[in-house]
């Protein structure tokens, strides 16, 4: 899929849905582990995709 994103429409949108749902699971789950007040959860730095990162 990775190697078709560049030319084909289908499979860009099909990319971003798949990485647009792993971030919004991430996020529930950071949410979980802070909920009860207990623990603080951060990252250590903004989360980036980009052409190299997404090939790697």
């Known amino acids: 899929m990775i190697e078709k994103a ?9 990319l971003v849905a798949y990485v ?9 789950i950071v949410d979980m582990i802070g909920d009860d007040g207990s623990r603080t959860v951060s990252c250590r730095k ?5 052409t190299g990162s997404r090939r790697a």
């Open 46 to 50: 903004s989360f980036t995709l980009d």
């Open 6 to 14: 560049d030319t084909s429409p289908i499979a860009r949108q099909t």
């Open 20 to 28: 647009a749902g792993v971030g919004e699971t991430a996020g529930a």
